[in-house]
């Protein structure tokens, strides 16, 4: 009974409170029915154990013995703990195995788990258009309750490769109604709502929504740390990263991609540590630090190289991509515009070979940085045919977050209705909204947050509040939780990172 249960909170998301049950019922891992282990490996797959749920789903599948039913349950364990892990060679490999049982025979779930495995590699192999259909297929299999996990993966899926397609606006569309619905169902921080909530975000953000994207992740964070998979943590940290950036919050910045990379290294994910080091190579390149630049420059060469094994293939192109384009902001910012020319011709390969819809646009906007470099006349015409496909798909933020210069060139252009929505960025940093406006806050425990960022204590607080202290340690602990914060210096921290304090 309890293996049944936990099989079932996994297929509805509810992997925390799974966990909590196997913490009590620890044998079930132990137990030598082979659906009882698999039904732990499900949720250990989510999580910190992720490569002892692996393990015990590939003995099941190594296993002669096991039935049929049985390999496809482990399957979907298998697969699962591989997309936790972004292993996506051996999610592949896993996929070439999969048998051809019938879905009337073991139900649905196996069958969606199978497409979304599909969309899943299809989407790192850039074919967004055979992505969006494996989706529908798996969305037509029905709402059976058993499928909730899995239809929000799949939606989840769509949404990102709308991103990847450089369409922000097709995103929203696709997980904004997903998302209301996960909330009222299973709650905010549910681990349904925080999937669809960190893609959104992201989509926001491109958008030039910054205060709704940190609304997003607002009292999220910590979920889709634990239990999101890598592409979930990357758009959510993109998404914090680049709305500090936005509204001109440097420290912020680099404080969520020291978060990153800290987090990138405790789950062994070299492609967010890859992005960590490219970004904040990127930001350096910008101030100037040509030194520092260099400095850095072979350790994502290095990180590159981590991609060359078979489970990890997938993701090469991808890494030579983003490795290409950051060592054309470095030639850049040094002045060298013949190299950075040669890393835009490899970048815009490698955006084609990937599909990389809105990294090839970045492409184009770094071209045209390049040519006005050199004062050609024809850098304005290339950057207007760039800022018209931009405006095609909403995608508002891309000058802004690729180049500076770029937004100064976009200014002097001649004013029409193609650049006025591109334009929508190139004012000054937005105003910070205040936190009670936010809705995340009370009135009180922003003013306790504003002097928690003071270093006052709790009597202090008490004192300049005029109020009781076990009214201030109430307040707190709600702080904390709305934060997912563990300390005070935590909570000051995860607010700076959401915008919330200055």
């Avoid at 109020?467 to 921290?493: D, P």
Wanted: glycine share 8%; with cysteine; net charge neutral.
């Amino acid at each position: 009974y309890a293996s049944r249960a936990l099989w079932a909170l996994g297929a509805w998301g509810r992997v925390d409170e799974a966990r909590e049950w196997l913490a009590r019922i620890p044998a079930i891992v132990q137990s030598r029915d082979t659906h009882s282990r698999l039904s732990a490996a499900a949720i250990l797959a989510f999580g910190e154990r992720n490569a002892e749920g692996l393990r015990m789903a590939q003995d099941a599948l190594s296993d002669p013995s096991t039935p049929p039913e049985m390999v496809l349950v482990a399957l979907r364990v298998a697969t699962s703990a591989a997309g936790f892990a972004d292993q996506p060679g051996l999610m592949h490999a896993l996929l070439v195995n999969w048998p051809p049982v019938p879905v009337e025979q073991v139900g649905p779930l196996y069958r969606f788990n199978q497409l979304n495995v599909m969309s899943y590699v299809a989407l790192h192999a850039g074919d967004t258009d055979r992505l969006r259909a494996l989706a529908a297929e798996a969305q037509s299999h029905g709402a059976d309750r058993s499928l909730l996990l899995a239809q929000a993966l799949s939606r989840m899926l769509v949404g990102l490769g709308h991103l990847w397609d450089g369409n922000p606006g097709r995103a929203v569309e696709v997980l904004h109604g997903p998302l209301l619905a996960a909330e009222r169902e299973h709650g905010r921080r549910s681990m349904i709502a925080c999937l669809l909530a960190s893609i959104l975000a992201q989509a926001f953000v491109q958008l030039d929504q910054h205060d709704a994207a940190r609304l997003l992740l607002a009292n999220r964070l910590d979920v889709i740390e634990r239990t999101g998979f890598p592409d979930n943590v990357l758009a959510a940290y993109d998404a914090l990263i680049h709305a500090a950036l936005a509204r001109g919050d440097e420290v912020s910045a680099m404080a969520a991609l020291k978060g990153l990379d800290a987090l990138a290294q405790r789950r062994q994910l070299p492609r967010l540590q890859l992005h960590t080091l490219a970004e904040r190579i990127r930001l350096l390149a910008l101030k100037g630090c040509n030194e520092t630049v260099a400095g850095l420059l072979p350790g994502l060469d290095a990180l590159v190289d981590e991609f060359e094994p078979e489970v990890g293939r997938p993701f090469h192109d991808q890494a030579r991509l983003v490795a290409a384009t950051t060592r054309a902001h470095a030639a850049l910012a040094s002045g060298h515009l013949a190299e950075a020319d040669r890393q835009l011709d490899t970048a815009a390969v490698l955006a084609e070979t990937t599909r990389r819809g809105r990294d090839a646009c970045m492409v184009k906007v770094l071209r045209a940085v390049v040519a006005r470099k050199r004062g050609e006349s024809g850098a304005q015409a290339l950057l207007l045919e760039t800022i018209n496909l931009a405006a095609l798909s909403g995608n508002v933020r891309l000058l802004a977050d690729t180049h500076p210069l770029a937004l100064e060139m976009a200014r002097e252009l001649e004013g029409g209705v193609v650049l006025s929505h591109a334009s929508a960025s190139m004012d000054a940093p937005d105003r910070k909204a205040h936190v009670s406006e936010s809705g995340l806050l009370t009135p009180k425990e922003e003013e306790i947050l504003g002097l928690l960022e003071r270093g006052m204590s709790n009597k202090r607080i008490a004192l300049t509040l005029g109020i009781g202290a076990e009214t201030v340690k109430w307040h707190l602990k709600n702080l904390f939780s709305k934060l997912s914060a563990g300390s005070r210096e935590h909570a000051v921290e995860r607010a700076r990172l959401l915008g919330l304090v200055a």
